[in-house]
Nanobody, 128 residues
Framework: QVQLVESGGGLVQAGGSLRLSCAAS????????MGWFRQAPGKERDFVAA????????YYADSVKGRFTISRDNAKNTVYLQMNSLKPEDTAVYYC?????????????????????WGQGTQVTVSS
């Protein structure tokens, strides 16, 4: 069993920054592949970023590439999403999710249906 708790969301003006955190607990939390997804009202859950278990591989949606950075600190069992140059269209509930360490991650990291555990989400609102 893995528990995920997100924090760091809030209200920010366009062009501003936020850093989201996802604290993981459980027996194998430091060896999990992790992803960030977001969901705006009335829309599908979209992939944002993913990172493999040791932090050596990272992936981003085109819409956030160059603005967002995913990272992890396995000593703290925490994954981060640094969000810079925020835009109103980034407004959504942001979720972190975990996925078992397996080779398939490197091809299906953006498929939210293949993640095993999810946090409760944190709201990010970007005003124009």
């Amino acid at each position: 069993q893995v528990q995920l708790v997100e924090s760091g969301g809030g209200l920010v003006q366009a062009g501003g920054s936020l850093r989201l955190s996802c604290a993981a607990s459980g027996r194998t939390s430091s060896t999990l592949n992790m992803g960030w997804f977001r969901q705006a009202p009335g829309k599908e859950r979209d992939f944002v970023a993913a990172i493999n278990w040791n932090g050596h591989s990272t992936y981003y949606a085109d819409s956030v590439k160059g603005r967002f950075t995913i990272s992890r600190d396995n000593a703290k069992n925490t994954v981060y999403l640094q969000m810079n140059s925020l835009k109103p269209e980034d407004t959504a509930v942001y979720y972190c999710a975990s996925k078992r360490k397996n080779p398939e991650f490197y091809s299906d990291y953006s498929d939210y249906t293949l993640y095993d555990y999810w946090g409760q989400g944190t709201q990010v609102t970007v005003s124009s």
